[in-house]
Nanobody
Framework: QEKLVESGGGLVQPGGSLRLSCEGS????????IGWFRQAPGKEREGVSC????????WYADSVRGRFAISRDNDKNTVYLQMNSLKPEDTAVYSC?????????????????WGQGTQVTVSS
C-alpha cells in the first residue's frame, strides 16, 4: 500500500531553518511528481514546491522562491524540503503528495497520494 510520511516539522524562530522529509513506502517516489503543500489556519491549502518525476525540474511559489529548496534522495525513497530564512507567515501544516502523471502541477487536485502532514511554527 502506498504511503507517505512527513517529518521534520517543529518550532523555529524567524530567520531559522528546517528540513522536512517525505518518505515513501509501497511505491518508488522518483517515478512520481512530488509536491509540497501547506495550509495555515483559516486559509486554503497552497502549493509550495513540486518536483517532476521525469526530469527533476522544480517549481516554487513566489512566496518561498529563493528560500526553500526541494530535493530527492532516491536511495532513501525520500523527498526533502529545505526551508531557510523562515518567516512567521510560513507557519502552517506542511504535507507532501505524489502524482503519477506526466508533467508536474502545483494544483493539489492532481495528486493522488498524501501524507498526514507536519506542523511548522515560526515564532519568537
Amino acid at each position: 500500500q502506498e504511503k507517505l510520511v512527513e517529518s521534520g516539522g517543529g518550532l523555529v524562530q524567524p530567520g531559522g531553518s528546517l528540513r522536512l522529509s517525505c518518505e515513501g513506502s509501497g511505491f518508488t517516489l522518483n517515478y512520481y511528481n512530488i509536491g509540497w503543500f501547506r495550509q495555515a489556519p483559516g486559509k486554503e491549502r497552497e502549493g509550495v514546491s513540486c518536483m517532476s518525476g521525469s526530469d527533476g525540474s522544480s517549481w516554487y511559489a513566489d512566496s518561498v522562491r529563493g528560500r526553500f529548496a526541494i530535493s530527492r534522495d532516491n536511495d532513501k525513497n525520500t523527498v526533502y524540503l529545505q526551508m531557510n530564512s523562515l518567516k512567521p507567515e510560513d507557519t502552517a501544516v506542511y504535507s507532501c503528495a505524489a502524482d503519477p502523471r506526466v508533467g508536474y502541477s502545483s494544483q493539489a487536485a492532481r495528486y493522488d497520494y498524501w501524507g498526514q502532514g507536519t506542523q511548522v511554527t515560526v515564532s519568537s
